[in-house]
């Protein structure tokens, strides 16, 4: 976000002719988090997931060049190509699962998130992929102390 699409946004307003403050800067965050330590671990493989099939995008190759990623690149492009989503998930290694989503108990994800958002983005957006209803009351509750 620093290095790539800050940067880029910047670029485009300062061309425009105004200012961070004549937007809001908004982004989506994946979330792997739950109450329950199965949905946990499948909360983590789906965002595993996404990162590689996210990655798998030559639009994303930047991001990943950003991180010394990129050359995994074509190999996740060439496993969706051929249709063998099965080993996405383990590609994506832990440091990479940290660097593009917030993972924690629903109580460390509002600071994570906090943490992320700080001085980089007006609005969060979280992907959470345990839909449980009290999960998410119990993450909204949180950045909801946080913010009060």
Excluded at 7 to 23: I, M, T, V, Y
Excluded at 40 to 58: D, K, L, N
Excluded at 81 to 108: I, K, Q, R
Aim: contains cysteine; charged residues 25%.
């Amino acid at each position: 976000m620093n290095t790539v699409s800050l940067p880029a946004l910047d670029r485009g307003l300062e061309k425009s002719g105004r200012g961070r403050g004549d937007c809001d800067v908004c982004a989506q965050v994946m979330v792997a988090t739950s109450f329950h330590e199965e949905k946990f671990e499948a909360a983590v493989f789906s965002a595993r997931s996404q990162i590689a099939f996210y990655g798998s995008t030559p639009t994303y190759r930047p991001i990943l060049d950003a991180h010394g990623w990129g050359e995994r690149q074509p190999k996740w492009n060439e496993l969706i190509c051929a249709g063998d989503w099965a080993p996405l998930a383990n590609t994506a290694d832990d440091e990479m699962l940290h660097t593009f989503a917030v993972v924690g108990s629903p109580y460390e994800v509002a600071e994570k998130l906090e943490q992320r958002a700080q001085g980089r983005l007006d609005r969060v957006s979280p992907v959470v992929y345990d839909p449980d209803p009290e999960l998410l009351a119990a993450i909204l509750a949180a950045i909801t102390r946080r913010d009060g």
